[in-house]
């Protein structure tokens, strides 16, 4: 039993001493039994809370950022009505405020034998799964003297996925594509290996282009079109290690790099090529292979969402080893790593050989803008120490880019805003070239 803050003033008025909970009845009702006996009552008469029922229903996934509603089903099987104050635990990290986590307590009022339907709603601010903790309910009697208090467990997940912000680049991404692809009339077309159509030869098409044998039958210059290749085989290797757990601005750099693979994949799809992806640092930490186009976005955004950066040291080797298990066939193989000297020297060169010989391989890294804002800094003392910083560190990492290049391998380095749309140009700048 839970003395209420009314309680305690009519006991003090009262003079009931607060032993209510102790044993000397006696006492008490020699003092004022009409209260004591009003307090008795008014337990006797409060819904005991291990008989109500719950249940629960809504979202199970959300969008980081956005809102998801979960209701509560409250079933009172008692003849007695309930005058309670609920409690839905979530996890802090379920609301961006506190006004909104406090939105998670309220009064609820269920007749006897029927039931009644609150919500609750969440606007989770970290991305995995959520699980609901308990319900937690307070029930008063008739005269809101004394309470019952007890707790129930109702399972519950929900799933906060990515965010997606690069979906807003989709659009003019797919038009380049349907350029690449001839649904729109361009000057130049993708060099790809499957032949396509002919059509007239306009000024500043390729003469390499030009169909002889077509052109003599028609009496017209005609040209050869090319529709980049289909089926393609894309593997997206997303390095996990501690690397990835650094932030960039109010970002980690793994949920950046997941903004970029979905646009990615998002594209390709739509392009008709196959995108499996792999998570690894130490060992496979997702994994998702074999889906068709429409399914693809889909399994990626339910395989990054629990995901987070290992606090240990990238195996590269094991990296390539399972990354050339997973693409029997030439690919294009994507790593989204970081280009800091020395894991890429004594990481990832090594092991490029093996990559390079049988696929195509992308490099995607995410860059600090702050460190352009140092390097470009002048004025006092303090500035020209952060620029000189700031240039070398940018000298570095063009360094470690050059690198890679010599080995055949394309490397898109650039800030976290611009990494998703980057990376889907160079797809598109490969796919046009008939590199896949």
Known sequence: ?????????????????????????SGMLAVNAPLTLAILCDYALATPVKRLQFTRSGDTSVRQGDT???Q??????????LRSDIRDAWPPSSWSTDAEQASSRRQLAVPAGERRRTSTVLHPTRRGDRHADRITVRSYGPLGLVARQGSHRV?????VIPPFTSR??????????????????????GEGTEFDSLRDYVPGDDTRSIDWRATARQNRVAVRTWRPERDRHILVVLDTGRTSAGRVGDVPRLDASMDAVLLLAALASRAGDRVDLLAFDRRIRAQVQGRTAGDALPAL???LAPLEPALVETDARGLSATALKNAPRRSLIVLLTSLDAAP??????????????????????????RIQQMATARGTVDSVYDAAAGTQEQEQRRHT???????GVTVVDTTPDDLAPALADAYLALKAAGRL
């Open 344 to 369: 890429v020297d004594e990481g990832i060169l090594p092991v490029l050989p093996q990559l390079t010989k049988r696929h195509t391989v992308l490099v995607a890294s995410v860059a600090d803008p």
């Open 301 to 303: 955004v339910n395989a």
């Open 155 to 159: 399972p519950w997940t929900v799933r």
């Open 72 to 81: 509560l089903t409250v079933a009172n099987p008692t003849g007695r009505r």
């Open 68 to 70: 998801a509603t979960v």
């Open 1 to 25: 039993m839970a003395l209420t803050g009314r309680t305690a003033l009519l006991a003090a008025l009262g003079s009931l001493p607060i032993g209510i909970l102790a044993p000397s009845w």
């Open 401 to 407: 880019a050059e690198k890679l290049t010599r080995h």
């Open 168 to 189: 807003k680049h989709l659009p003019s991404k797919l038009a380049r594509l349907r350029e690449l692809d001839g649904r729109t009339s361009v000057l130049t077309r």
